[in-house]
């Protein structure tokens, strides 16, 4: 059994779970931890654009995958606000080549981060409908000899387009792509665990809220999640709090630890299809 790592202790309680704690015993000794940031174009709450915060709280995350969202600016050439060469130079991360330009790091905003350690065997950009500029990425990634999936998005502001997203990129994930144990993972802009849109997740997943993530300041709602399909387990979960993380975006990571049941993963109970969005 892989674990995907254990760095911090437990915060938080998760939706439909009892945080215990318990941690499996692995079977091989290698760790992993996942999270989630909308960096906002590496703008502050105090208004200042600076790159070199953001970067300074991706590292405090200490992740070996990290998901991102508004790591683009959304016009123009749709550059980065985070250097390449200063994430490759200050950093033991690459990012996985979604980009269509030589300027950004992901596409619509979304990019996904992953240590040396984490093999990228394949990757994808996943269109969603909406009235915004929004998407979805996918990249097949492998460690250990495991191989999974990590889905990254940011979702509509609106319900009714958030529905049809999630209704999209299930039947992308499920009906076009070989099957592999998926971790989905971003900001979902939905307030309420208990909304039609996170329903629409149950069939396949189970939902995490690692906690209140935004504002930063002072955390009320719970916008970030982590999805998980039924090979992997969470063993912890939690909201990034530092002082430099308070400042640096209007959301606060997230992040989980999870175990990956290994080799008899891909036998898991295939569940009915989902029909397309119409």
């Known amino acids: 059994m892989y674990v995907f790592s254990i760095h911090e202790p437990c915060r938080w309680h998760y939706v439909q779970r009892t945080c215990n704690c318990s941690r499996k015993p692995a079977s091989l000794s290698t760790m992993i931890k996942i999270g989630s940031y909308n960096i906002q174009k590496s703008i502050g709450v105090d208004a ?44 033991d991360y690459r990012p996985v080549p979604f980009a269509t330009g030589d300027k950004s790091l992901g596409w619509h905003g979304n990019a996904i981060l992953v240590r040396e350690k984490i093999g990228i065997l394949d990757y994808r950009r996943i269109e969603l409908p909406t009235l915004e500029p929004r998407g979805a990425v996918a990249a097949d990634l492998v460690v250990g000899g495991e191989k999974f ?11 009714h387009f958030r529905k049809k997203q999630i209704t999209s990129l299930m039947h992308q994930l499920h009906e076009h792509l070989d099957y592999l144990p998926t971790v989905l993972i971003g900001d979902l802009n939905e307030w309420r665990d208990a909304s039609g849109s996170m329903k629409l997740f149950e069939q396949r997943y189970e939902v995490t809220t690692p906690g209140r993530s935004f504002p930063s300041p002072l955390p009320v709602g719970s916008l970030d999640r982590i999805i998980t399909s039924p090979e992997f387990t969470v063993q912890e979960a939690g909201v990034h709090k530092s002082r430099t993380a308070r400042v640096a975006s209007d959301h606060l990571p997230v992040w989980a630890h999870l175990t990956l049941e290994p080799a008899g993963h891909l036998a898991a109970v295939v569940k009915p299809a989902i029909s397309p969005p119409g």
């Open 149 to 159: 999936r990590v889905a990254a998005m940011h979702l509509s502001l609106v319900g």
């Open 48 to 91: 200042r654009r600076r790159p070199e915060r953001t970067l300074k709280v991706i590292q405090e995350l200490d992740c070996d995958i990290l998901a991102l969202q508004e790591a683009d600016k959304r016009f123009g050439p749709r550059e980065s606000t985070l250097d390449r060469d200063s994430i490759l130079a200050e950093t």
